[in-house]
């Protein structure tokens, strides 16, 4: 049983972890090779590992895998991943051509119910009671930026994803009208990359460690922006 497995090992690294360190679980689905015709959940799919000028499909499972991060013991700055949640995603099979009305709004709720996001979510919600007081941070690429992950996500819960440098971003509004619906968004913010290039936003130095040495990191940071598919959740631009 994988659940009763992966419960197991997530209590086992949650005694190894600080009570002040943060917890970072990172999230990202993989594709898992396979040859036979008749393994479940095999479907014709992209090869990520392809060349760039090439759409290459591969016979694969695809997967969902949550990993925690851990301090390596006796390194003061080395850590590792340890996979604490591991789930089969499979989407559903294509419909005939020649499929009833009926069918295809039974595809169309089938496919929600296993969309890669609304999963991610579920998962999250089991395993959140484990965690107790501790607040997650979840670490993920663009994948589970979108509308329906954040939309679901729990308050308790921040998430840092990645974002499109032409992202349309806003201000919060600046007032509120005396009747009717309240304002989300307000003025229009620039863009991530053009924030990026502006002079009149300062750079700030932090001091990161990657690859066994220190670094001082430039950052831009814009605190408190609004975007479409997060809708009034406030956002840090980083």
Same mark, same amino acid.
């Given at each position: 049983? $994988?659940?009763?497995?992966? %419960? ?24 898992? #090779?396979?040859?036979?015709?008749? !393994? /479940?959940?095999?479907? +014709? *799919? *992209?090869?990520?590992?392809?060349? $760039?000028?090439?759409? =290459? ?17 006796? %390194?003061? %700055?080395? !850590?590792?991943?340890? /996979? ?8 559903? /099979? ?5 499929? %009833? ?13 296993? =969309? ?9 919600? @089991? ?8 607040? /997650? ?26 974002? *499109? ?8 509004? =600046?007032?509120? #009208? ?13 863009? #991530? =990359? ?6 009149? !936003?300062? +750079?700030? @130095? ?12 430039? @950052? ?6 609004? +975007? ?11």
């Amino acid at each position: 049983d $994988p659940a009763a497995m992966f %419960s197991g090992i997530r209590a086992a690294c949650l005694q190894q972890l600080p009570e002040s360190a943060p917890l970072c679980i990172s999230i990202d689905d993989s594709l898992l #090779p396979k040859t036979g015709p008749k !393994v /479940p959940g095999v479907a +014709w *799919r *992209r090869d990520p590992q392809g060349p $760039p000028f090439q759409t =290459n499909l591969i016979r694969a499972q695809r997967v969902l895998q949550f990993s925690l991060i851990l301090p390596i013991p006796g %390194s003061p %700055s080395a !850590v590792r991943g340890i /996979p604490i949640q591991f789930l089969h995603a499979p989407t559903p /099979p294509k419909l005939r051509a020649d499929a %009833s009305p009926e069918q295809k709004q039974q595809h169309r709720e089938l496919s929600d119910s296993l =969309n890669l996001s609304t999963r991610a979510i579920d998962q999250l919600a @089991i395993m959140k009671p484990g965690f107790g007081s501790r607040r /997650p941070i979840v670490l993920s690429d663009a994948r589970f930026t979108t509308h329906r992950f954040i939309k679901d996500l729990s308050a308790d819960v921040t998430l840092i994803g990645r974002i *499109r440098k032409d992202a349309k971003l806003f201000y919060p509004p =600046n007032e509120q #009208p005396a009747r009717g619906r309240r304002r989300t968004y307000g003025p229009l913010c620039p863009t #991530p =990359n053009q924030i990026r290039v502006d002079d009149h !936003v300062a +750079w700030q @130095i932090i001091p990161i460690h990657a690859a066994g040495a220190d670094h001082d990191c430039r @950052i831009k940071v814009v605190d408190e922006v609004r +975007w479409v598919p997060a809708g009034a959740k406030p956002l840090r631009l980083v």
